[in-house]
Structure formats: C-alpha cells, structure tokens
C-alpha cells in the first residue's frame, strides 16, 4: 500500500527564515498531496494542496513543489513567523481511492523569536 | 461560520465504561470521517460515510463503532475503552470523496481511567 515519508520530524528556525518539510510518497498512483498544520490541542487545518497535473502552487508566504518522477513533494514556507510554530503533516491519495488520505509522520517546526 | 463541532472537547471515561463523541457539520457535506490521533502521530482513519454508506477500514477494532442519523451529526462509540484507547478523536468532513479537502474539527481528546 502506500506511504509517505516525511522529514524532519523536527525543525527549527530563526523568524524570518525560510523552513523547507519534504515528504516522499512510494505509489506512483498518487494524486492529490495536500498539507496540513495542527496547533497544540486543534483538529489539523489545511494549509494548501497540490493535484499532480501541477508542478508548483504558491500562496502568500506557502508554496508546495511536486516532483512526481522523484515521487516527492516539499513544504516552503518563507519570512517565518512565531505564528507558524506547529506540527505539519503531508498527505497523500490516489483516485482509486481517494477518499483516504495517508499522512507522513509529521514535522515539528518551531520558530525562534 | 460553517464548520465542523465537537463535543465535548475532553472526555473521561473508566475502563470498560461506554463512551460517546459526537460530531456535527454545518457544511452540508456528504462525508464524515473519524480518526483516532495517538500524541507525535499522524492521524488514523477509523471510518467514514458516504451519505448512510458506512465504511470500516480493515483494522478498526470491533471496539469501535459508528452512527449517522442524519447529514449533520454523526457518533463515535466506544464500547469498552480500554487505556489503549486514550487519544484525541478527530472528525472531519469532506463534500464528496473524490480528492476533495477534508475539514476536521477541533478534536475530543480522550482519557481513560
């Protein structure tokens, strides 16, 4: 079945430096990757997603890449804030049976005042 | 705002005891999920319905179980928790199932005695 690797486990930055999480998915089926941030003690939030007829989406500070040859996908998030401290995680579907999203392990990323 | 509840936010329960969370949405989507999130790891999904269609994933324990009276409201029932069984309960919910977002909620964290 598939799985998803993500790395770091943890991460942390000065404010105002760029933080990068990457993720590798192992089923080339995949399609839909998105990524999620979880505050302490919240239900995790969508952030932005990428489907795989797209190489790159950017939304404000937040762009994900996908490189579907590598079966890989990366986080960017640029001009870090103390606000962006929280744990995210990558997922990943397939259309077959998308309604199941498999989650990468989740990076703690902590941002330094 | 439209959105997805949970109550309570914390629950305590004893060993063996029964137990129910539930969920409502005021997205109007067709499909709500629930998801056992164990602390430092990504979520599980234990399972979901499409409208009335329920479905178990393969390795959901017996223990738990599911009902979905109407769009909005959808249980979580625990049978006989066990300490196993302490986690935060994470329900989300998506418009159909075919790569689209899901939107969880805050989450009832469990704690069993």
């Known amino acids: 079945g598939e799985n998803v690797e993500q790395h770091p486990s943890t991460l942390s930055v000065q404010e105002g430096d760029s933080a990068v999480i990457k993720c590798t998915y192992s089923?080339?089926?995949?399609?839909?990757f998105p990524w999620y941030k979880q505050e302490l003690g919240k239900g995790p939030q969508l952030i932005i997603d990428?489907?795989?007829?797209?190489g790159e989406k950017k939304d404000q500070r937040i762009a994900v890449t996908l490189n579907k040859t590598a079966k890989h996908f990366s986080l960017h998030i640029t001009e870090t804030q103390p606000e962006d401290s929280a744990v995210y995680f990558c997922?990943?579907?397939?259309?077959?049976?998308?309604?199941?999203?498999?989650f990468g392990s989740g990076t703690r990323l902590l941002v330094r005042p | 705002d439209a959105m997805v509840i949970q109550n309570p936010r914390y629950q305590v329960t004893q060993f063996g005891k029964p137990v129910t969370l539930s969920c409502s949405q005021t997205?109007?989507?067709?499909?709500m999920y629930w998801y056992q999130q164990k602390s430092s790891q990504a979520p599980k999904l234990l399972f979901h319905?499409?409208?009335?269609?329920?479905?178990n994933e393969a390795d959901t324990p017996d223990n738990f179980q599911s009902r979905r009276p109407n769009t909005s409201f959808c249980f979580l029932d625990i049978r006989s928790p066990g300490l196993g069984d302490a986690a935060m309960y994470l329900c989300?919910?998506?418009?159909?199932?075919?790569?689209?977002?899901?939107?969880f909620g805050p989450g009832t964290r469990l704690l069993v005695l």
């Open positions: 990428i489907r795989s007829n797209v």
């Open positions: 319905y499409y409208d009335k269609d329920f479905n």
């Open positions: 989300a919910t998506s418009f159909g199932t075919v790569q689209e977002t899901q939107y």
């Open positions: 997922a990943a579907s397939k259309a077959d049976s998308s309604y199941k999203l498999i």
């Open positions: 089923d080339s089926a995949s399609n839909y």
């Open positions: 997205l109007n989507h067709n499909v």
